[in-house]
């Protein structure tokens, strides 16, 4: 039988907003990202010389991802816009 204590357990706020940080899906991460789900399973693995990995939280053989960090994450990656690709050509060319 539980203690009181532990059914009216609540998660603790974010004390920088005050709101709980919502916990997320692979399903819900491709859709927010608006990605296949294969291709958030890709993103959560590490490989040497590319962008960080998909923050996640394993629980048995199902992944979890915290929106926040998932935001965080998605923030940080480098804008890959028509200058990214016009840098990148030039330097391609000078060689």
């Keep these: 039988m539980k203690s009181k204590a532990q059914s009216n357990a609540q998660p603790t ?12 899906t692979v399903q819900q991460v491709a859709e927010l990202l608006q990605i296949p789900k294969s291709s958030v399973y890709e993103k959560t693995r590490s490989r040497p010389n590319t962008t ?16 926040d960090s998932v935001m965080r994450w998605f923030s940080a990656l480098p804008e890959s816009g028509s200058r990214a690709r016009r840098t990148a050509a030039r330097i391609v060319a000078a060689r």
Aim: hydrophobic fraction near 35%; charge should be positive.
């Design 13 to 24: 706020p974010n004390p920088i907003v005050g709101q709980v940080s919502k916990i997320m």
């Design 52 to 67: 960080p990995p998909l923050p996640c939280r394993r629980l048995g053989k199902y992944l979890r991802f915290d929106f």
